[in-house]
């Protein structure tokens, strides 16, 4: 990782990137992707270590880092929004899901 | 480097034929009644530790068994050179059935119970009476040579934050590839925190059986959680892991399976159990920091290393812990809690693999008698994974 770097994406399939340093509402950001730099609008001020939509979201979108599945868009999410708590939400060990999924069963559980 | 060519490490050797790299005296208390008798000839007698706890009666079934595995498990991790095991007298886990299996390791294992001994004082006096001897005849032991492949090294991230998963835990799996291939053991554990992250570890099981129980495991951890009724994130990621950036329990589970690195995965043994494979191995413990620390060391693990992106004191009473920052500011905020920073790879101004390099150094000077932070300030944490309700 470059000093210089304000952002990282992890791998191509992500849907967001990792704050390097805190960076300010409305300003320009260069995210790299190995030998890549494609640049972002920000508009939420991000701080240290934590994420911002490379690519729009829609509600129910899986989000990924790292390659892979982190949670799921609980709303739309535009390019350049802080993503975290408040609009995205995890998957797994949801056990106050139980009971309210279409099949009635939750992720890893078998239907009763 | 090949394991031949590196320098040996010093240690300990057990009658058990285990190395052990600290030479403590363990005040074992078997019984929550006995911890204060413990902590108080732990003040009386230098080079003796122990831990307070609030287990030990009024256990049953696979909790009385868990409970009594870590108790025999830490008396015969091999840092302990003798054991006084300390008990009640009524106790479910009895003081004499621990100190049975210990005697079986060979080491010099004494039984005092306060109710033998006619009070607090009494059993004080003959505690501090025996482990005085026992500290004696330890520090006559002379330190022998070993390599690399007799370690057994423990894994663990705490108050993580969103650098855990980009610079001290692939640093740590960076140190653990390097341990595997030196024919050594590295223990991955907090089944918790690898919800999400389970189908990357099962790819790299060894066999089919090791890939099932991955599984396994995961399912178990995950169905706590549903038959709680609770959204697992109301507990983990804890607010702390939120606030440093950590949204969902898959992103921190991403972050943690780092600390693997990247050899196959050997075999899947259960909380406080000792591995019999080498290699990368898994420990199924919960994502609680001092649950998974208690239950490593009593897995055997001499040394434990654990990342931090937040700060933590932890330490054990019987393995060093060596504690490295995810991020140079809570380095500097914490330095008198944390070992190594990592947080240079989030500057730009070390690879990964020469903060590995940095570790492995640090893991051979601890072995040669450098004390970590937490062993300085004697934070001797003890916490135990119960399986059961206390009846």
Redesign the interface.
């Known amino acids: 990782m470059d000093s210089r770097k304000q952002a990282l994406m992890l791998k191509a399939a992500d849907s967001v990137a990792v704050a390097l340093r805190k960076l300010e509402k409305g300003s320009v950001v260069s995210v790299f992707f190995q030998e890549r730099m494609f640049q972002i609008v920000l508009k939420d001020s991000i701080e240290f270590g934590h994420k911002f939509a490379v690519v729009p979201m829609r509600k129910g979108d899986d989000v990924r880092k790292y390659g892979e599945v982190i949670g799921m868009a609980s709303r739309d999410i535009a390019v350049g929004e802080h993503v975290h708590v408040h609009n995205v939400e995890g998957k797994r060990g949801r056990g106050d899901k139980i009971g309210r999924r279409e099949n009635g069963t939750a992720h890893g559980l078998s239907a009763p | 480097m090949a394991a031949e060519k590196m320098e040996p490490l010093m240690g300990y050797r057990r009658p058990d034929g285990q190395i052990g790299i600290r030479n403590h005296v363990l005040i074992l208390p078997t019984i929550t009644c006995a911890t204060q008798t413990a902590q108080r000839i732990t003040e009386l007698v230098d080079g003796t530790v122990t831990f307070i706890h609030q287990h030990g009666c009024a256990q049953v079934g696979v909790d009385y068994e868990q409970t009594f595995r870590t108790y025999v498990g830490l008396g015969k991790n091999p840092n302990v050179y003798g054991v006084v095991v300390l008990g009640l007298g009524c106790e479910t886990h009895q003081a004499r059935s621990v100190a049975g299996e210990l005697k079986k390791a060979g080491k010099p294992v004494e039984v005092v119970s306060i109710q033998d001994y006619g009070g607090t004082l009494s059993a004080i006096a003959e505690g501090a009476k025996i482990a005085a001897q026992m500290v004696q005849d330890a520090s006559a032991q002379q330190r022998v040579p070993f390599r690399f492949d007799e370690l057994i090294i423990g894994t663990e991230c705490g108050g993580s934050?969103?650098?855990s998963?980009?610079s001290a835990n692939p640093a740590v799996g960076a140190v653990s590839d390097k341990i595997v291939d030196l024919g050594g053991t590295a223990i991955l554990a907090e089944t918790?925190e690898l919800?999400?992250?389970e189908h990357?570890l099962a790819q790299r099981a060894a066999d089919d059986q090791v890939a099932k129980r991955v599984y396994e495991v995961?399912?178990a951890m995950?169905?706590r959680?549903?038959?709680?009724?609770?959204?697992?994130?109301t507990g983990?990621p804890s607010p702390g892991n939120?606030k440093?950036?950590l949204?969902?329990?898959?992103?921190k589970s991403?972050?943690a399976a780092a600390k693997a690195g990247s050899r196959p995965l050997q075999q899947l043994v259960n909380y406080a159990e000792r591995p019999t494979k080498k290699g990368l191995v898994w420990m199924d413990t919960p994502g609680h920091d001092i649950e998974q620390l208690t239950g490593m060391v009593a897995g055997g693990a001499q040394l434990v290393l654990f990342t931090t992106?937040r700060g933590t004191p932890t330490g054990s009473p019987i393995a060093p812990v060596l504690k490295i920052a995810t991020?140079t500011a809570i380095f500097e905020r914490m330095r008198e809690n944390i070992d190594i920073n990592a947080g240079t790879?989030?500057?730009?101004?070390e690879t990964v693999e020469e903060v590995g390099q940095r570790i492995i150094d640090e893991i051979v000077l601890t072995c040669l008698g450098k004390k970590t932070k937490s062993e300085i300030l004697r934070q001797h944490d003890f916490g135990l994974w119960r399986i059961g309700p206390t009846f």
Do not use: S
């Open positions: 934050d969103a650098c998963g980009l918790t919800i999400g992250a990357l995961i399912q995950e169905n959680a549903f038959q709680m009724g609770v959204d697992i994130r983990n939120m440093g950036g949204t969902t329990l898959e992103e991403l972050g992106g991020n790879i989030i500057e730009g101004t």
